[in-house]
């Protein structure tokens, strides 16, 4: 059960509220990418080559810009200045075309229901998803679950952050953000690097969903507190 201390729960996004593989995730959206940008001569290898290039950067961000201006930076340079001038383009894409992503991910009724009962709860909810995305591309996801960005009290972003996970900088900032102590949060995620490693070394406690986890390390995690999403729910008291 939640300690007496706890406040905030921080919410993971992919794979976490929303079940996906993210292997065939990254694949759909990609592929979708490169149909979008293709008209505009872009050909999709080296369009998808550079995407990863300016995600790496994201990744590997010191916290001297935001991450939405160090992966066009990084962008630009490999594509071309050009490439600058369809960022409109780009964002109407993670509000429309990017729904044909949603093949690649499953349903999780439990998602909105969680993060209701939290709220009702007096919980302050965040949604702590690695800001490699535009807000847009939040939202579209978010949506796919019934919710929104304004059902958070603070939603992480590419424009809204100059880290990423597993940086525990990244929750630093959030905490900073709203004005809460680490002691009173738990971060509730699918990766045990990011969500877990992480966020332990910025003070906050966590909590592992195991439907999609992801544990690249082989780490041990039988000392933080893991199960399913429906386990989660009945641990948090959210049933």
């Not at 603070?154 to 900032?173: I, R």
């Not at 966020?199 to 199960?227: F, Q, R």
């Amino acid at each position: 059960m939640l300690g007496k201390d706890i406040t905030t729960l921080m919410f993971d996004l992919d794979g976490t509220l929303l079940p996906m593989d993210l292997e065939n995730f990254t694949n759909t959206y990609f592929s979708l990418l490169a149909k979008k940008a293709a008209p505009y001569g872009y050909e999709p290898k080296a369009l998808v080559a550079a995407v990863w290039k300016g995600t790496k950067a994201m990744i590997m961000n010191d916290g001297s810009r935001p991450n939405d201006q160090r992966f066009w930076e990084v962008f630009a340079g490999e594509l071309g200045e050009k490439i600058l001038d369809l960022r409109p383009v780009f964002d109407r894409f993670y509000a429309g075309e990017f729904n044909g992503a949603k093949t690649a991910v499953r349903d999780n009724p439990l998602a909105k229901r969680a993060v209701e009962a939290a709220k009702s709860a007096g919980y302050t909810v965040i949604l702590a998803t690695n800001p490699l995305f535009p807000l847009v591309g939040v939202a579209t996801r978010l949506n796919w679950l019934g919710l929104s960005p304004e059902d958070f009290a603070h939603v992480t972003c590419y424009e809204n952050c100059s880290y990423c996970k597993p940086n525990p900088l990244y929750y630093t900032g959030i905490l900073e953000r709203i004005g809460k102590r680490p002691e009173e949060c738990l971060m509730i995620g699918n990766d045990v690097r990011e969500d877990a490693i992480a966020a332990g070394k910025a003070g906050l406690s966590a909590y592992l969903i195991t439907d999609c986890l992801e544990n690249a390390g082989n780490d041990d995690i039988s000392a933080v507190p893991n199960g399913s999403f429906t386990e989660f729910m009945k641990f948090a008291g959210l049933e």
